[in-house]
């Protein structure tokens, strides 16, 4: 039992760290070039393969060849893909910003001392629980001008029936209702979290000083919990972003192009209409918008942290 | 005088197969199976494709009937439309797909299966006695069946299996109430449209798709009334000229002065909702949706629903078709045998039971004109009249090119736009000049 002996154990500090210039030392290789075989094969290598694809002319049955940029120059003048990408940002700054306010509100409501607070938490978190598809084809027969549960409940306040989904001007604000309604829990439980970290003292001493409900809220609760809402921005605006489910299930991108969000916009030209190539572009275009859109909102994490005092 | 498909029957074939088949009916031997030889493949596997339809369940339902029939043993697999087309071309594409058999959407799939080279060319086997049975005659088929089928070489590359005319249902109280008959021409349609509709009562005149892609068989169905197709035979797009400008006007004063409110975002589903609610006039569709309206816990117009032919056109009545249809992969190793099987799927008996199901509707003229096999059809005999009388003016509703969805998608963009009070020229200008490369590339590749 004593003869083990245990030759990958570093002996001191100094031969655990990598080298100079921050490579690791050939023993340690072994441990790690799974990991990286794996990496490389299920995110580096798809990415590679997917520019090289947006290359090249490149339809599904057909012989390929290579265009060099075309199919980015072709992007440029697509009205339906600007479009898209219109629809993207509209939708996609909705459906944070409409679940940040009501969430937050909810959080508000939840963090007093509510009769049946843990029941009603419960309920309220339950939309977040179902799956996207099913929700949409039961809002979709809430939507419906003439047999919907929508309309029946306008008229009762005396409001003419709307068009909901099935009008251009009105698809994405019901769309964003939907998402408003399954996704405000999560903001809200994120919040929550958020005001039980806040101490008392604060509060107190903003009592003494005769501060009002508004001005505790603006000065005290808002900037502290800031750093969780920008955690709450953030997971909504990726979720946002990578939205189909229930956008292809509901409208299908219509009426007309309507709500045709980038991803349904690649969804048809890759899977519909088998341009590969073409739809390839579109991925790298959007995963581009997506990389710069997170450094955004990360730089504005940083910058919430150390605005209320976190600055690790 | 009729032909076994390929081949000229002579008077002496004729008498000699009418015999047999006499004898072996005698002997009770179902005279649809009688003549070829099943046992021949017997042990051999075949793969499936299938897609998730009425159809495809009745194929699967039965299956055991033509494995105890065959001795052949079939792994069918079914998957949802969309999934089913994507999947095919992917295997295809990879020249090794895992089936033998494919279920085909021809009105969607049948150019791009051409260009492909997918299908194996089942001529040889249709003039086999031993495989094929002699009632197989290419008379018998609806004439947009076989256009379907046949390649641009005039090489049978599928079977048709199942046919959908578009014909109008109407509401017989609604036009009773309002003292009206059914339409007889396209401009007879409209102003019954216009006097069916009273938005207070929340009753309209017509209802059709209007959601985009959904929508374009509509629009390209009014055009043949005008005697226009969609893409002429030389492959030249004729959605621009000025029948298919007023085709769209047609489509937009239906759908805008008649059609419930928020139609530009109805799909064939939220049509049918609102007829079988009783609400509207007339109902532009394909026959296969018609078995919900007889069914008293789904519709509240069962027994009031007329099923019309398509009315005439300024130039031709046309009953806008598309279909189904089943063929031999060329990269099956099993051609004969799996060729059975869509001999078998498109047999007699298995067409009388998709139509007496209301699963689909046979291509095949002998089991629609079939008084026994219309015995046992649960739609009304007016429903199965209007198939008929479609069967005899059908023509393609959608145009046999590769992007027919890209197709679909860019017309329909500017159906809906019209419904929003754009310019019919102007949009359809401007669709043409969308997809005319889309097109030329899809010819070139």
Not at chain 1, 168 to 176: D, T
């Amino acid at each position: 039992m004593t003869a083990v002996s245990t030759p990958a154990v570093p002996a001191s500090e100094e031969e655990a760290r990598p080298h100079k210039g921050g490579h690791l030392k050939p023993s340690y290789w072994p441990f790690v070039l799974p990991a990286l075989l794996v990496v490389g094969a299920v995110i580096l290598f798809p990415w590679v393969f997917t520019i090289w694809m947006s290359l090249n002319e490149w339809r599904v049955g057909s012989d390929t060849s290579f265009v060099g940029l075309a199919n980015y120059i072709r992007l440029a003048t697509d009205m339906r893909f600007l479009e898209s990408l219109w629809h993207t940002i509209l939708y996609t700054v909705l459906s944070v910003v409409a679940p940040l306010i009501l969430g937050t509100a909810a959080a508000l409501a939840f963090n007093t001392k509510l009769p049946f607070r843990g029941l009603l938490r419960g309920i309220f978190v339950m939309p977040m629980m179902a799956t996207p598809v099913a929700i949409a084809l039961v809002w979709t027969m809430m939507f419906h001008p003439q047999l919907g549960v929508l309309n029946y409940l306008l008229s009762l306040v005396g409001i003419p029936p709307q068009a909901w989904v099935f009008h251009p001007a009105s698809v994405i604000p019901s769309l964003v209702l939907v998402e408003t309604w399954q996704w405000t829990p999560l903001v809200m439980l994120i919040v929550l979290g958020g005001l039980a970290a806040i101490p008392q003292e604060p509060y107190e001493s903003a009592q003494i000083d005769g501060a009002n409900a508004w001005q505790k809220f603006r000065y005290i609760t808002l900037p502290m919990i800031s750093p969780f809402l920008m955690v709450a921005v953030i997971i909504r605006t990726i979720d946002a972003l990578k939205s189909f489910d229930i956008i292809y299930a509901i409208t299908q991108g219509g009426p007309g192009t309507a709500s045709e969000t980038i991803n349904l916009y690649l969804y048809s030209v890759a899977f519909a209409y088998y341009d590969v190539g073409y739809g390839s572009a579109i991925a790298v275009v959007f995963f581009l918008l997506i990389i710069l859109l997170s450094l955004v909102l990360l730089h504005l994490r940083q910058r919430a942290a150390w605005s209320s005092g976190d600055g690790k | 005088m009729s032909e076994i498909i390929g081949k000229n029957l002579t008077r002496r074939n004729f008498l000699a197969t009418t015999a047999a088949a006499g004898g072996l009916g005698l002997m009770g031997v179902r005279p649809a199976f009688a003549n070829v030889n099943w046992k021949k493949f017997a042990g051999t596997t075949i793969d499936v494709n299938l897609t998730k339809s009425p159809r495809g369940e009745l194929l699967t339902k039965y299956q055991k009937e033509f494995e105890d029939l065959t001795g052949i043993k079939v792994n069918s697999e079914m998957t949802p439309e969309q999934q089913q087309r994507q999947k095919a071309v992917i295997e295809l594409t990879s020249g090794k797909p895992s089936f033998d058999v494919i279920h085909i959407s021809y009105h969607v799939q049948k150019r791009q299966f051409e260009k492909g080279r997918w299908l194996a060319d089942l001529s040889g086997f249709l003039k086999d006695a031993n495989l094929t049975d002699p009632s197989m005659v290419e008379s018998d088929f609806a004439e947009a069946g076989m256009a379907f089928a046949k390649d641009q070489q005039g090489a049978i590359r599928s079977l048709p299996f199942s046919v959908d005319y578009w014909i109008v249902y109407y509401n017989k109280d609604l036009f009773a109430k309002k003292n009206l008959a059914f339409p007889k021409t396209f401009a007879e349609m409209i102003d019954t449209a216009q006097a069916l509709t009273d938005p207070k009562a929340q009753t309209y005149g017509f209802v059709a798709r209007g959601q985009k892609n959904a929508n374009t068989p509509v629009w390209t169905s009014f055009m043949l009334g005008y005697d226009m197709p969609s893409v002429d035979p030389s492959g030249k797009l004729m959605t621009d000229t000025q029948e298919a400008i007023d085709a769209a006007k047609m489509y937009q004063t239906l759908l805008t002065k008649a059609s419930p409110t928020g139609v530009a975002g109805f799909n064939w589903a939220e049509c049918q909702s609102a007829f079988l609610q009783g609400r509207v006039g007339m109902w532009f569709d394909g026959v296969g949706f018609a078995p919900p309206l007889e069914d008293p816990e789904k519709s509240r117009v069962v027994g009031k629903v007329g099923y019309g032919v398509m009315p005439k056109g300024p130039k031709v009545q046309a009953a806008a078709t598309t279909g189904d249809g089943i063929g031999v992969t060329e990269a099956s190793t099993k051609k004969e045998a799996a060729y059975l099987y869509c001999q078998w799927a498109i047999s007699k008996e298995m067409g009388a039971r998709l139509l007496q199901t209301g699963s689909g509707v046979p291509f095949r003229n002998s089991i629609l004109n079939d008084a026994e096999v219309r015995k046992g059809v649960k739609m009304p005999a007016e429903w199965v009249d209007a198939v008929a009388q479609s069967a005899k003016i059908s023509r393609l509703t959608l145009p046999v090119i590769i992007p027919v969805t890209e197709f679909r998608d860019t017309m329909g963009v500017a159906l809906t736009n019209l419904l929003a009070g754009a310019d019919a020229a102007a949009e359809l200008k401007r669709a043409t000049e969308e997809f005319k490369p889309v097109l030329e590339r899809s010819e070139r590749a």
